[in-house]
């Protein structure tokens, strides 16, 4: 199902896949999500993810974690990789408990990219050097406003857009 | 057609039918006459047939020289019989690190039928190794800033048995990307820096196993580039060291030799190399093939089945067919000569023998040179030969294939035959691609791409990762690869490619282009004059000239 609704539609997907945190207290997602990076994410982080975020750093490059993830879930992963910036997902909370749906605005496809626009007007930044990784097709967009998009261990629809855009098409595995 | 003038220093002969002697200057250098039969060439992944004008010189490779009939034995006898060092065996004692080196996939070409000679020489140095108690060893493909070999292809180089015992712990690819993996042994006193890999530097004794394909390679080249870094690379590997190199097949008069040599003065003085270096003979093909070595006018009539059959099939065959069948028919090259020991020494006794297989005298020069560009160049072994690589086949290694002056008058007109279609190998080349649409509309000229663009290419992330995990070649490599052209392009004064299947591909590399070798010609005669002297260097194999 989060299959179909993510082939369809990034946007689709969150509303599908956030609605089954509604309910949860706000301290016990918080408590979970340490233990979700170190028992799942951790072991999942490809090696070459490690060598590119090594490399860029030496190279001078700011790192900015771009994700449609909620924020206490990738908050262990930042402080592993040691990321500069990040913009994701916050989830909504009414009385502590979590409603199901995204605050707005939800980082998803297009939103990535506009918000990387602002992002790189307000730091001085020109996007033409900046450069972008992603694994997913919904990136599309993000990709398409750097100077040096690159697909990450994509999927179908992303390497087949990579290719016919000639961008680099990395396997970090 | 273009008429037919007979130059006036070539003999006009009746018009009888059948074989008659033809003026030669060499035993390889045949003059086309009124009664010379069609000349065959490649352009890409097809074969053309074509007649030239009366009066060209056709350059064909020499006979192959005869192989080694024991190359085992040879390569025993050179360990045990070094120059300007011990032998092997007496430079070996138990606990020792020793890492063997080996040249990449680049050499030879195209990929020789197995065993390849490297595993031949590789086999008796583990077994030799093994002997004297010596078990901390690493095999480590000098691949420098080419592109990693993939597994297969490492398994084909050194056989199953080494492979399955070294593969991929104790053999592997050269990192030049490694934070940890290089370490700088110094500087020249031109300031040119020598990193080189750190498993080599602290490895009780280096051996290096070369094939020396080309009088380029070898010597210093092995460990000084195949080792090296980008930092230590782009010291030679730069525009003006190509243009000073007259050629680059002349180590004697070679700008890239003499500063590999200045750097690989530092290797040697720190680190305890043992060179082993071998020549191969110029046998490309089995005898389904070796027609395409043969003088067409000494053509039997099986030599002419058996060219329009391939020419029929291969018209056939989409062209992603025709690279893999080619890709895939082994060199039958034979080891002809084996020398170890000190690195120079090993080194000269080897190119003796590249010389000796290769250069073919001529006299004088030419207004015009015809190539037929094959499927195949050092940096596209099971891939494509992409506009960069076209160009690096014109104007670096066929321009650079002489001894003395280049084959071509200065300001000549180079003819290319090749379909410079616009295809790039994502895997291999992803630099390549951006070097390609996006630098070159720019500008041409190496000096300005390589003082904007080089380093931030070599420092894109995204092909580093490419580079290490991939199987990509540098970010710098299509840097490397257009100054590789530089004294090419200096000296030629047109370049026409004939048989180019669009305009923009010879446009983007500054060429003009023809539909057919007939009309490149004519067009070239507008540039030289109407009676210019035409030659062709008619390859594969490897021919290379000495002009006087």
């Keep these: 199902m989060f299959m179909a609704a993510d082939t369809y539609s990034r946007r689709m997907f969150n509303d599908v896949f956030f609605r089954y945190y509604k309910g949860e207290s706000e301290d016990r997602l918080r408590y979970l999500s340490e233990e979700l990076f170190e028992n799942v994410l951790k072991d999942a982080i490809f ?41 994701c997902n916050h989830l909504e909370f ?23 626009r602002t992002y790189a007007e307000k730091e001085g930044l020109n996007l033409s050097d900046c450069f972008a990784y992603s694994d997913s097709m919904s990136d599309l967009p993000m990709l398409s406003v750097v100077g040096h998009p690159a697909a990450v261990n994509p999927d179908f629809r992303l390497r087949n857009t990579a290719m016919q855009h000639d961008w680099p098409i990395l396997d970090l595995r | 057609m273009p008429k037919r003038t007979v130059p006036a220093k070539v003999p006009v002969r009746t018009a009888t039918r059948g074989p008659t002697p033809r003026k030669k200057e060499d035993d390889q250098v045949v003059y086309i006459d009124t009664n010379s039969a069609p000349r065959v060439m490649f352009s890409g992944e097809d074969l053309l047939v074509e007649d030239l004008p009366v009066g060209t010189r056709v350059i064909y490779p020499k006979p192959p020289l005869e192989g080694l009939a024991n190359p085992g034995a040879a390569v025993r006898y050179a360990l045990n019989h070094p120059l300007g060092t011990d032998p092997l065996y007496a430079q070996l004692y138990p606990g020792m690190r020793v890492t063997i080196a080996v040249d990449d996939i680049s050499l030879p070409l195209p990929p020789m039928v197995t065993p390849d000679i490297r595993q031949t ?8 190794l093994d002997a004297n108690g010596v078990d901390d060893v690493h095999i480590i493909v000098a691949n420098s800033l ?70 380029m390679d070898g010597g210093h080249k092995s460990v000084t580039v195949g080792l090296c870094d980008y930092e230590s690379l782009r010291a030679h590997h730069e525009p003006h060291t190509i243009r000073q190199s007259d050629s680059y097949m002349d180590p004697a008069k070679s700008m890239l030799n003499k500063k590999v040599e200045r750097m690989g003065a530092i290797v040697q003085s720190n680190m305890k190399i043992f060179h082993i270096e071998t020549a191969l003979n110029n ?60 690195t120079q020494a090993v080194h000269s006794k080897i190119i003796e023998k590249n010389f000796e297989q290769y250069m073919v005298n001529v006299r004088g020069q030419s207004d015009i040179v015809i190539c037929g560009v094959p499927f195949i160049s ?51 080349h992803p630099s390549y691609i951006e070097f390609f649409n996006r630098l070159l509309p720019e500008t041409r000229d190496a000096d300005v791409l390589r003082a904007k663009y080089e380093e931030e290419f070599a420092r894109n992330p995204s092909y580093i990762e490419m580079y290490r995990r991939g199987n990509a070649y540098h970010g710098a490599h299509p840097f490397f690869m257009w100054y590789w052209g530089e004294n090419g392009r200096q000296h030629v004064g047109k370049v026409i490619v004939a048989g180019a299947e669009n305009a923009h591909v010879p446009a983007m590399l500054g ?21 210019p002297d035409i030659s062709m260097l008619h390859h594969p194999p490897i021919v290379m000239v000495d002009v006087e």
């Excluded at chain 2, 060219?307 to 090259?333: C, D, V």
């Design chain 1, 47 to 87: 090696p070459g993810a490690y060598e590119l975020v090594d490399k860029s750093k030496r190279l001078g490059l700011r790192q900015v974690l771009v994700t449609g993830a909620i924020d206490f879930t990738v908050m262990p992963l930042i402080r592993h990789l040691g990321f500069d910036h990040h913009v």
């Design chain 1, 94 to 116: 009414v009385d502590g408990r979590a409603t199901g749906r995204l605050r707005p605005p939800v980082m998803a496809a297009a939103t990535k990219a506009s918000w990387m």
């Design chain 2, 121 to 128: 020489i590789v086999e008796i140095l583990l077994e030799l």
């Design chain 2, 146 to 215: 080419h592109r990693r070999m993939t597994g297969p292809e490492m398994k084909r180089m050194l056989g199953r048995k080494i492979f399955d015992a070294y593969y991929p712990d104790r053999y592997y690819n050269h990192d030049a990307e490694d934070p940890d993996g290089m370490v700088h042994l110094g500087k020249t006193n031109h300031n040119e820096v020598v990193n080189i890999n750190r498993r080599a530097v602290e490895s009780d004794l280096l051996i290096y196993v070369n094939i020396n394909l080309v009088p």
């Design chain 2, 283 to 342: 046998r490309m093909f089995g005898p389904q093939m070796s027609f395409l070595t043969k003088n067409e006018d000494d053509f039997t009539e099986t030599d002419r089945l058996k060219l329009e059959a391939t020419r029929w099939a291969l018209s056939k065959m989409p062209s992603g067919a025709k690279r893999t069948l080619f890709h895939n028919i082994p060199a039958q090259y034979e080891l002809v000569a084996c020398h170890a020991g000190e």
């Design chain 2, 378 to 428: 050092p940096y596209n072994v099971n891939s494509i030969l992409n506009p960069l690589l076209v160009q690096v086949m014109g104007l670096g290694y066929f321009h650079n294939f002489y001894r003395g002056k280049p084959l071509l008058k200065k300001g000549g007109v180079l003819i290319l035959t090749h379909p410079c279609y616009d295809k790039f190998d994502h895997k291999h």
């Design chain 2, 511 to 531: 060429w003009d282009r023809a539909d057919s070798l007939t009309e490149a010609i004519a067009m070239a005669r507008s540039h030289v004059g109407p009676n």
